[in-house]
């Protein structure tokens, strides 16, 4: 355990809740705040998440709507809000930001036209920071009931990289670094699309087999596409590449893998993402997945079928059938 640091966290949904509370009971002096008041009014009241029950967040925990104070003397600050809030946030922070600011960003996906990671995002709107990507197989709901938890630590700044190692580090939270941070970026983004596909079938009522499938024929386009974009292969064989896609494409608490479920079983992509209630990242990153396939020319079937049933209204029993008569080539 290092020192006691001081720590911001930007956005007050369940990854960033279960994170604050985690750095709090290391023994870090922790502030949250959200852009809506209502979220940090509820919060600060019912010490309580809405989505996360039985989770209890200790008195000492120190909520603000105001972001200069969330931002204002931190040692690190922690980005969790959704991918598409990640640039206005930038912005609107980017002032009370110190010059050499360590910034973690647990947001997960790119940004639509400009084909950006959330780290570049960040970098882009808050140029004196230093960016980490924090990534890997983690669902709010466990790390919230102390379930022990592996993560990727990943930035270019290596003394970031182990800084954020070491105070993210506890009995129940094991954190690996990476230098390759648009890898691991890239998995986290397009993970999602994938675990929408796992649901969709499961939805239809396929099994296990197609899933595994669907999982490491996934995996396979992701990394064909990173090797293209110079990332390292070792990567995506890590606990932010296939790791992250194993627990959103088979766990009951992955939002994409419940939407997807529902799709297959018949309900438009518009009113799954409603029932759901929550993000789900993997229909925000489809426009831009599509796009980075078509820009650095790979072939992607999985992702485009997902693309057709979600945007294009095919029918996600026409689109599973004719991914099976895809004529397969050499593995």
């Not at 750095?23 to 209502?38: N, Y």
């Not at 105070?167 to 941070?181: A, H, K, Q, S, W």
């Amino acid at each position: 355990m290092g020192h006691m640091k001081r720590i911001g966290v930007l956005g007050a949904g369940t990854w960033g809740t279960a994170l604050a509370r985690m750095l709090l009971l290391s023994g870090h002096e922790v502030t949250m705040w959200s852009a809506l008041g209502s979220e940090i009014d509820e919060l600060s009241k019912t010490h309580k998440h809405k989505n996360l029950e039985n989770m209890v967040i200790p008195d000492n925990m120190s909520f603000t709507k105001d972001i200069k104070k969330v931002c204002r003397a931190k040692d690190i600050l922690l980005f969790a809000v959704p991918s598409v809030f990640v640039r206005s946030t930038s912005r609107l922070a980017c002032p009370f930001v110190k010059k050499g600011q360590i910034i973690v960003d647990v947001a997960k996906g790119v940004e639509p036209d400009s084909l950006l990671f959330m780290s570049q995002v960040i970098s882009s709107e808050i140029p004196q920071a230093k960016v980490v990507a924090l990534s890997g197989p983690t669902h709010a709901e466990e790390v919230a009931r102390d379930f022990p938890t592996t993560i990727v630590s990943a930035s270019e700044h290596k003394k970031a990289a182990f800084l954020v190692q070491e105070v993210f580090t506890n009995p129940v939270m094991r954190v690996y670094t990476n230098t390759d941070i648009r890898g691991v970026e890239l998995c986290g983004a397009l993970k999602n699309v994938v675990a929408l596909a796992a649901g969709i079938s499961a939805g239809l009522g396929y099994g296990d087999n197609i899933k595994a499938a669907i999982i490491t024929r996934g995996m396979g386009e992701i990394r064909k596409l990173g090797m293209k974009m110079g990332c390292l292969s070792e990567t995506f064989a890590g606990l932010a590449g296939i790791g992250d896609l194993i627990v959103t494409a088979t766990s009951r608490h992955s939002r994409n893998n419940q939407c997807g479920y529902m799709i297959g079983q018949g309900l438009k992509p518009s009113d799954a993402v409603k029932r759901v209630g929550m993000v789900v990242e993997g229909i925000n990153a489809l426009p831009a997945a599509m796009e980075l396939s078509e820009r650095y020319a790979v072939d992607m079937p999985l992702v485009n079928a997902v693309n057709n049933v979600i945007n294009h209204g095919a029918s996600p029993r026409a689109e599973a059938e004719r991914l099976m008569c895809l004529t397969g080539v050499a593995e």
